[in-house]
């Protein structure tokens, strides 16, 4: 079973850096699918940024210019660089998996993201 694990969520003031990490128990980690997802009180799940196989990305509008995701194979690991941050990212900040074989989708628990104004 895919396991996922998030870490880097915190307080920090609008303008400011955090970097987000999730640690995947995947053996076929290099050739998923990857993204962070995000929720808000009162809202639904909505994707932030997504990676595939081959490098490429997708970003929400809201993030675009300010957020980059990345990954690095060896460890098993995908970042979410979130830069400029504003209150209007605050959110639990979840890691997906898609596996491409399978079609299952595995989820992290989530970290916290407050941004204060």
């Known amino acids: 079973q895919v396991q996922l694990e998030e870490s880097g969520g915190g307080l920090v003031q609008a303008g400011g850096s955090l970097r987000l990490s999730c640690v995947a128990s995947e053996r076929t980690f290099s050739i998923q699918i990857l993204a962070w997802y995000r929720q808000a009180p009162g809202k639904q799940r909505e994707l932030v940024a997504r990676i595939n196989a081959g490098g490429g990305t997708d970003y929400a509008d809201s993030v675009k210019g300010r957020f980059t995701i990345s990954r690095d194979i060896p460890s098993h690991t995908v970042f979410l660089q979130m830069n400029s941050l504003k209150p209007e990212d605050t959110a639990v900040y979840y890691c997906?998996?898609?596996?491409?074989?399978?079609?299952?989708?595995?989820w992290g628990r989530g970290t916290q993201v407050t941004v204060s104004s």
């Open positions: 997906n998996l898609h596996n491409v074989f399978t079609r299952d989708d595995y």
